[in-house]
């Protein structure tokens, strides 16, 4: 079964750096578009990064361009969210998700808090 598992959140000040982690299993990894999304409390989940399978296709909300990166290790079954300048509205449940067979899987999700 498809299972994602988020970490790497937390509580970090405004301007610092965080690095998030999504490790799949129960699929073919390096077969499936994956992206990051976040929600934040009261509002809808929204789109933050994508990135095609082979990484040739990368994608981010006008909001966090030039500040996140995403990427992905298909050795190591992982994808991957760099945050730097992260600024309080960066506070959010970070989520990953899967296209598997035309189908979409989430994680559980991971707390992201900026504030000082």
């Known amino acids: 079964q498809v299972d994602l598992v988020e970490s790497g959140g937390g509580l970090v000040q405004p301007g610092g750096s965080l690095t998030l982690s999504c490790t799949a299993s129960?699929?073919?990894?390096?077969?499936?578009?994956m992206s990051w999304h976040r929600q934040a409390p009261g509002k809808e989940r929204e789109l933050v990064a994508s990135?095609?399978?082979?990484?040739?296709?990368?994608n981010y909300a006008d909001a966090v361009k030039g500040r996140f990166t995403v990427s992905r290790d298909n050795a190591k079954n992982t994808v991957y969210l760099r945050m730097d300048s992260l600024k309080p509205e960066d506070t959010a449940v970070y989520y990953c998700?899967?296209?598997?067979?035309?189908?979409?899987?989430w994680g559980r999700g991971t707390q992201v808090t900026v504030s000082s």
């Open positions: 990135i095609s399978t082979s990484s040739n296709y990368i």
């Open positions: 998700k899967a296209l598997v067979r035309l189908q979409n899987y």
């Open positions: 129960g699929f073919a990894f390096g077969t499936a578009p």
